[in-house]
């Protein structure tokens, strides 16, 4: 089997897994019809749909398959942000004070998905909204700004997250 | 029976955090004067008391096939929440919506320059 053939089989069989996992998951049970109407759906949404999930270009398993260890500390770690965040939310809101401001950075994620998943994970947690994803680049509208310098916004306002999401996924 | 009653409990209390966390998201929506902030204070606010929400639910999950739902519905919900308002803000700022500067007019002094 020629390369090319071999990658599209790869991305439609961990589609089709995935979907048939949530299946599962939702359905919490194992009748042979709920298998069944799951395997199906799953294969022939798969089908259809798996040059849209994982593209043909983003050519390495750690793009989208994350590491679950990694990942479940990463979603602990999320929860406890977007905790904090509203708190602090919730004291600007009383007292009307905040500083907001537009600041650009980098992120050196190289996969889509892991820059998806970060550009959501800032949109989430310390009081910042994703406006723009250009490739690497970021614009973000920050609502407790302390700096404008893009290297130094970068780290306050990625910090730990891109760390973790590197560790999840490449 | 008392396990259930403290579970009950519990989830009272998470409910009355989601409830606090909506009302601020409600507050902050109008309070802040231009859409970037509202949309700050409405986006995170709501989905803190969605998640939050989730969690009591969760709580009170009487089996393992309910909880599992709930638990898809969070995967959801952190996907499909900042997607949505990051839509809206992309929207803003490509239309060239200026951002409110609380400190403008201490940044400004002396330039008389049209904000």
């Given at each position: 089997?020629?390369?090319?053939?071999?990658?599209?089989?790869?991305?439609?069989?961990?589609?089709?897994?995935?979907?048939?996992?949530?299946?599962?998951?939702?359905?919490?049970?194992?009748?042979?019809?709920?298998?069944?109407?799951?395997?199906?759906?799953?294969?022939?949404?798969?089908?259809?749909t798996?040059?849209?999930?994982?593209?043909?270009?983003?050519a390495?398993?750690?793009?989208?398959?994350?590491?679950?260890?990694?990942?479940?500390?990463?979603?602990c770690?999320?929860?406890?942000?977007i905790?904090?965040?509203?708190?602090?939310?919730?004291?600007?809101?009383?007292?009307?004070?905040?500083?907001?401001?537009?600041?650009?950075?980098?992120?050196?994620?190289?996969?889509?998905?892991?820059?998806?998943?970060?550009a959501?994970?800032?949109t989430?947690?310390?009081?910042?909204?994703?406006?723009?994803?250009?490739?690497?680049?970021?614009?973000?509208?920050?609502?407790?700004?302390?700096?404008?310098?893009?290297?130094?916004?970068?780290?306050?306002?990625?910090?730990?997250?891109?760390?973790?999401?590197?560790?999840?996924?490449? | 029976?008392?396990?259930?009653?403290i579970?009950?409990?519990?989830?009272?209390?998470?409910?009355?955090?989601?409830?606090?966390?909506?009302?601020?998201?409600?507050?902050?929506?109008?309070?802040?004067?231009?859409?970037y902030?509202?949309?700050?204070?409405?986006?995170?606010?709501?989905?803190?008391?969605?998640?939050t929400?989730?969690?009591?639910?969760?709580?009170?999950?009487?089996?393992?096939?309910?909880?599992?739902?709930?638990?898809v519905?969070?995967i959801?919900?952190?996907f499909?929440?900042?997607?949505?308002?990051?839509?809206?803000?992309?929207?803003?700022?490509?239309?060239?919506?200026?951002?409110?500067?609380?400190?403008?007019?201490?940044?400004l002094?002396?330039?008389?320059?049209?904000?």
């Amino acid at each position: 089997m020629r390369p090319e053939g071999k990658w599209r089989l790869i991305r439609f069989s961990i589609t089709a897994l995935a979907m048939f996992a949530v299946w599962m998951l939702f359905v919490w049970s194992l009748d042979l019809f709920s298998l069944a109407a799951g395997a199906l759906g799953a294969l022939g949404i798969a089908s259809l749909t798996y040059d849209v999930f994982i593209a043909r270009h983003q050519a390495n398993l750690r793009f989208f398959l994350p590491r679950p260890v990694h990942l479940a500390i990463y979603l602990c770690l999320l929860f406890l942000l977007i905790y904090q965040a509203s708190f602090r939310m919730l004291a600007a809101v009383v007292t009307g004070r905040a500083s907001p401001r537009i600041v650009h950075f980098k992120t050196r994620l190289r996969s889509d998905f892991a820059r998806m998943v970060l550009a959501n994970s800032i949109t989430l947690t310390p009081g910042t909204v994703t406006l723009d994803l250009n490739d690497d680049h970021l614009t973000v509208h920050w609502f407790f700004c302390s700096t404008t310098h893009s290297t130094a916004a970068g780290n306050e306002v990625k910090g730990r997250l891109e760390a973790y999401v590197r560790k999840v996924w490449l | 029976m008392t396990a259930m009653m403290i579970r009950e409990v519990l989830a009272a209390c998470i409910f009355a955090a989601a409830v606090l966390f909506g009302t601020a998201g409600v507050i902050g929506l109008f309070r802040f004067p231009d859409p970037y902030s509202r949309l700050q204070a409405s986006a995170l606010c709501g989905t803190t008391a969605v998640l939050t929400t989730c969690v009591g639910a969760l709580l009170l999950a009487p089996s393992w096939a309910v909880a599992s739902r709930v638990i898809v519905i969070i995967i959801f919900f952190l996907f499909s929440a900042p997607t949505g308002s990051h839509i809206v803000a992309r929207f803003a700022w490509n239309a060239g919506t200026p951002v409110w500067r609380p400190d403008r007019l201490r940044t400004l002094k002396g330039r008389r320059k049209a904000p």
